[in-house]
């Protein structure tokens, strides 16, 4: 089977949706798929993450002219799509004909890929929905000024409208979406089938922690928190849930840690927060890490929490969950199944309901096995099953 593969992020940014392009291509590879992956060029030097092996799928750069840091301007991501479109109707005409496309991701080529055509040739259509705008998308602090947050309300529902209008402009045989929130929020907007497919572990960042024999703690709680800062995943609540975690008694250390520089402004606000709570020996923000650093905080941790209030799927906390952490967090992509599976507790986000969980895990002495924990999880989650599962809808649309 000859998979052609298309995505609008790629090494050597980093994030959920490289890590899913990636391990995702791996792993159908694995099961004897010749995949060719379209990604936008011209490709960088030293574009592989250090201490990677090459791929076993294919890259092909399409020279968009992306610059080298940062995001590229709307006329380079049309030129990419455009050309994208351009290359699979002529693959579909030759002799490499692929026997299914897949748009791994990317809103900007689903808009543009003519599928009406790639379809009506014989070619089967996918793609991988992460999320629908504006999830994810807000860009203003919780406590910017008042006209801050209304225009920024107008803004989101612009995003909103924009991102629906490209998702119904071309049909596909089948959406794959990480979570059944995603699918809520998909399945009113285009008129095609939606199935959901989970994801598996980061294993580079696995291959990289050294999991203790138990997490039940020693001396203080260790909290960890992973993930991007912004809004939506409201590590702006974290400061006034340690307040009341230590009002309650409660001995404690809680890690943040994730890059800071989209929403301008909210990292300084949490490190001020921090600061004005007297809490700057108990709650240590970071920004980015290195992945052994990482790893090194995931190890030491004795719980996971993650108050997000949207969520594609939730990489962070499936990472926490596989090396026996229990995780406790809120309603947002795949933290449900994800919290179940971990023996940890579903809250509401918000510092009352969070605190009073961590609260009470750590005074009910609620750990359990973290071995047993950590293997019931990758049983339910991996990108061995999510690759069988994908490859079965392949086999079934080509045929």
Same mark, same amino acid.
Request: proline share 8%.
């Given at each position: 089977? *000859?998979? $052609? ?12 949706? #490289?890590?899913? #392009? +990636? ?17 936008? &060029?011209?490709?960088?030097? &030293?574009? !592989?993450?250090? &201490? ?21 301007s709307r006329e380079q991501r049309y030129s990419f799509c455009q ?24 809103? @900007? ?7 009406? *055509? ?11 929905? +992460? ?40 049909r596909y045989d089948l959406h794959v979406v990480p979570s059944e ?19 598996? !572990? ?20 260790? $909290? ?7 809004? +939506?995943?409201?590590?702006?609540? $974290? ?10 008694? #409660? ?37 980015? #890490? ?22 594609? @799927? ?9 090396? &026996? $952490? ?15 599976a971990s023996g940890g507790a579903l809250v509401q986000s918000a ?9 009470? @895990? ?28 994908? *490859? ?8």
């Amino acid at each position: 089977m *000859k998979l $052609l593969a298309i995505s609008e992020h790629y090494y050597p940014r980093v994030g959920g949706t #490289v890590n899913y #392009v +990636h391990e995702t291509l791996c792993a159908l590879t694995a099961l004897g798929v010749e995949a060719e992956l379209l990604v936008p &060029g011209p490709a960088p030097q &030293g574009w !592989l993450p250090t &201490g990677m092996a090459e791929p076993p799928y294919t890259v092909t750069w399409i020279d968009a002219g992306y610059p080298a840091k940062g995001d590229p301007s709307r006329e380079q991501r049309y030129s990419f799509c455009q050309q994208v479109n351009d290359l699979a109707a002529a693959r579909v005409a030759g002799p490499d004909r692929p026997d299914v496309l897949h748009v791994l991701f990317g809103l @900007f080529v689903m808009e543009v890929l003519e599928t009406e *055509k790639l379809r009506a040739a014989g070619l089967p259509c996918l793609s991988t929905v +992460h999320n629908v705008p504006p999830m994810e998308c807000r860009q203003t602090a919780h406590n910017a000024p008042l006209p801050a947050r209304m225009k920024e309300e107008l803004r989101l529902k612009a995003v909103g409208l924009k991102n629906r209008t490209r998702l119904r402009k071309n049909r596909y045989d089948l959406h794959v979406v990480p979570s059944e929130q995603v699918k809520g929020f998909l399945e009113p907007v285009v008129k095609d089938p939606v199935t959901v497919i989970g994801h598996g !572990l980061t294993s580079d960042l696995q291959a990289l922690m050294t999991p203790p024999a138990t997490r039940r703690p020693d001396g203080p709680i260790r $909290l960890l928190t992973v993930g991007g800062y912004a809004p +939506h995943k409201r590590q702006h609540i $974290l400061p006034e849930t340690a307040a009341r975690l230590r009002d309650a008694g #409660v001995d404690f250390i809680w890690e943040i840690a994730g890059p800071s520089g989209r929403v301008r402004g909210y990292f300084d606000n949490i490190c001020a927060d921090i600061t004005a709570r007297g809490l700057q020996d108990r709650v240590i923000a970071h920004a980015s #890490v290195p992945f052994r650093d990482l790893g090194t905080l995931y190890d030491r941790a004795h719980i996971y929490a993650q108050p997000s209030v949207e969520e594609g @799927f939730c990489l962070t906390a499936l990472d926490a969950a596989a090396v &026996g $952490l229990p995780v406790i967090g809120c309603r947002a992509g795949a933290l449900p199944d994800i919290i179940a599976a971990s023996g940890g507790a579903l809250v509401q986000s918000a510092p009352k309901p969070l605190a009073d969980a961590i609260a009470d @895990f750590v005074q009910g002495n609620r750990w359990q096995d973290p071995a047993a924990q950590a293997e019931h999880v990758k049983s339910q989650f991996s990108w061995g099953r999510a690759a069988a599962d994908l *490859k079965s809808h392949y086999d079934r649309l080509i045929a």
